[in-house]
Each structure stands twice: as C-alpha cells, then as structure tokens.
C-alpha cells in the first residue's frame, strides 16, 4: 500500500545566491500515464490474484462450485424477506476511493482509483469517497496508482482529494466472479476499477441508495441476529436484519449499511420461527440511536458477538 503523500524536495540553504541554480518543481512521472494509456488486467499477475482470493471474504469452495458466481443468501427484515451476499468479514473503518471530477463536481471520464486490494494493510470493501478534482492541466492523463496521483498533485494535474463524507460498499473480488442476481437472469458482471497499477474488478450495492453518509465521521454498523429455538445450540437461517432495505436514497443521515455486527439470539420455548419471528421489532425495544433496551417475549436472552459482517442485502431483484 501506497501512502499518499506530497512531493517534498528539501531546499539547500547557499547563503546570498539570488535564485536557485534548477528549478525545483516537477515536470514529469513515470507513473502518470498518458492519455489513451491501457493499465493492465490483474489477470496476468499471478500473485496479486492469489492475493485477492485469500483476502476477499468469500468462500473459495462454494464460489468454484457454482462456476464463480456469488450465490444470494435469505434473511428477514422489517417483516418481509430480503436477499443479501455474504462478502465475509468486515471492519468498521473503511478505505479510500479517488474519483476525478471536473470543477462542478462531475465525474471525468477516467476509472475510479481504489488505494487497497485484498490482502493490503487497511484494505476495506467500504470505500470512503474522495473527489479529485481536475485542472487545466489534465489532458487524460491516467493515474494507476496512489502514486500516480500523488504525482499528479505535485505536476499541477489535479487538486489534493477532498473528502465527500460519503461511502459505498464495492468489495474487490478475483478476476471472473459475477453476481446472483435473480429473476433467471445472467448473473451481474463486476465494475473495473483500478487499484495499484492494474485494473481489478469490484461489486458496487445499492445504486443510489447505497452511497451513504458517514454518522458523525465513520461508517455505521448495525445488526443481524442468529436465532436458536430454546434448547438447541445451532444457530438457524435465516437471519433477521435490524434494518431493511431504504426507499430512497439518503440525505445527512445513514438509513442502511451492509456492515453488521452479529448476535446469538436464544428465543423462547414454542416459539415458531416461521410464524412469529419476521423483523428485528419480534424480538427487541429499542431506543431512537438503535440501542436495545428490552426483550420481546419471544427472547430469552442474547449475545452481542464480535463477529462484523460484509452481508450487503438486494434493494432491487435483478440489480447489485
């Protein structure tokens, strides 16, 4: 991983010399490519591939099974079933996402710059968006890699990254993996995007509604809970989500993340699952932030695990 830093050449002090001798500002990089510059497919870099399929959270044996598609999976939420994905575990931090965009604030024709893969310290599916914007300057130019547009900075390009107070969910995934979206569709392609001088693949959830604002400066976390019927140990499908699928896109206040922190539920004796369990409200109170503040009577008891999942849920069948 690449820090993104600032050229900074050290002046040498030669007493009473009127001018420096060479100017010291920029004037090139190998790592801004010209316009029209094809950044490589991740495919021919065996390592960085093997990379991504240990570290992308999904599950290798299910995914080579069903000929590299990501299967959906079921839950309940507000009363009604939701699909979701499973993209393993997650944190609660998220990365950086660079987009260049034009003085208004439009996106330039030019991929979006993620600064970590799978693998990478700080590497997060959850992408904090940064707007690059560009100047006079820019003809094009290509920039592969937080070190390229560290350059570019220094040359004038473009502006230094300011933050949106925005996120998205867009996990990288290996080269070749598509998306079960239903409806007998095709399963979904991924988005190129470009990470560390290649060009990598990455899924993008929620349209919309999927760029969120960030809750007082970090990206918010919910909650789904496992169930185990009274007297057993195992944990039963589906999960039940705290929060279901939002009918707009947001304002300055989250309504969903994928990010959610799992809990044991132990429900009460003869409750029917399917009956009576079909949102986060049959089995708690809470308060307005979201804390639980009592049981319903179907709940005899629960654990807060530390278990935090990626489980992103479908807003619109057919779509990521």
Same mark, same amino acid.
């Given at each position: 991983?690449?820090?993104?830093?600032?050229?900074?050449?050290?002046?040498?002090?030669?007493?009473?010399?009127?001018?420096?001798?060479?100017?010291?500002?920029?004037?090139?990089?190998?790592?801004?490519?010209?316009?029209?510059?094809?950044?490589?497919?991740?495919?021919?870099?065996?390592?960085?591939?093997?990379?991504? =399929?240990?570290?992308? +959270?999904?599950?290798?044996?299910?995914?080579?099974?069903?000929?590299? =598609?990501?299967?959906?999976?079921?839950?309940?939420?507000? +009363?009604?079933?939701?699909?979701?994905?499973?993209?393993?575990?997650?944190?609660?931090?998220?990365?950086?996402?660079?987009?260049?965009?034009?003085?208004?604030?439009?996106?330039?024709?030019? !991929?979006?710059?993620?600064?970590?893969? !799978?693998?990478?310290?700080?590497? *997060?599916?959850?992408?904090?968006?940064?707007?690059?914007?560009?100047?006079?300057?820019?003809?094009?130019?290509?920039?592969?890699?937080?070190?390229?547009?560290?350059?570019?900075?220094?040359?004038?390009?473009?502006?230094?990254?300011?933050?949106?107070?925005?996120?998205?969910?867009?996990?990288?995934?290996?080269? +070749?993996?598509?998306?079960?979206?239903?409806?007998?569709?095709? !399963?979904?392609?991924?988005?190129?995007?470009?990470?560390?001088?290649?060009? =990598?693949?990455?899924?993008?959830?929620?349209?919309?509604? +999927?760029?969120?604002?960030?809750?007082?400066?970090?990206?918010?976390?919910?909650?789904?809970?496992?169930?185990?019927?009274?007297?057993?140990?195992?944990?039963?499908?589906?999960?039940?989500?705290?929060?279901?699928?939002?009918?707009?896109?947001?304002?300055?206040?989250?309504?969903?993340?994928?990010?959610?922190?799992?809990?044991?539920?132990?429900?009460? !004796?003869?409750?029917?699952?399917?009956?009576?369990?079909?949102?986060?409200?049959?089995?708690?109170?809470? *308060?307005?932030?979201?804390?639980?503040?009592?049981?319903?009577?179907?709940?005899? *008891?629960?654990? =807060?695990?530390?278990?935090?999942?990626?489980?992103?849920?479908?807003?619109?069948?057919?779509?990521?």
């Amino acid at each position: 991983m690449h820090a993104l830093v600032p050229a900074a050449l050290a002046a040498l002090g030669l007493g009473a010399c009127l001018d420096p001798l060479v100017d010291d500002a920029p004037t090139t990089s190998v790592y801004v490519l010209p316009p029209g510059s094809v950044v490589p497919r991740i495919d021919d870099d065996a390592e960085l591939v093997h990379q991504i =399929v240990v570290h992308d +959270g999904l599950d290798d044996q299910p995914l080579a099974d069903a000929m590299g =598609v990501v299967a959906r999976k079921q839950g309940t939420a507000n +009363g009604v079933a939701v699909d979701y994905w499973s993209f393993g575990p997650a944190t609660k931090t998220g990365a950086a996402m660079y987009v260049l965009v034009d003085a208004n604030g439009t996106p330039v024709d030019h !991929p979006w710059l993620f600064d970590t893969l !799978p693998g990478d310290a700080g590497y *997060s599916a959850i992408r904090r968006i940064q707007h690059v914007t560009v100047t006079a300057a820019y003809r094009g130019q290509i920039l592969p890699s937080v070190r390229a547009l560290a350059d570019a900075i220094d040359l004038g390009i473009v502006l230094p990254p300011e933050p949106t107070g925005q996120w998205i969910d867009a996990p990288i995934v290996p080269p +070749g993996t598509t998306l079960d979206v239903g409806m007998d569709l095709p !399963p979904a392609p991924p988005r190129e995007v470009i990470a560390d001088g290649h060009r =990598v693949d990455a899924f993008v959830f929620g349209g919309d509604r +999927g760029v969120q604002p960030l809750k007082s400066g970090a990206v918010p976390t919910a909650q789904a809970s496992q169930l185990r019927a009274a007297g057993s140990l195992k944990l039963l499908d589906p999960p039940v989500f705290q929060l279901g699928i939002p009918d707009a896109p947001p304002t300055d206040t989250p309504t969903w993340t994928p990010i959610v922190i799992l809990l044991e539920v132990q429900l009460a !004796p003869d409750v029917i699952i399917a009956d009576q369990i079909h949102a986060d409200s049959d089995l708690f109170t809470r *308060s307005m932030t979201g804390a639980i503040t009592a049981l319903k009577p179907t709940v005899t *008891s629960y654990l =807060v695990t530390e278990n935090i999942r990626n489980w992103p849920t479908q807003f619109v069948v057919g779509q990521p």
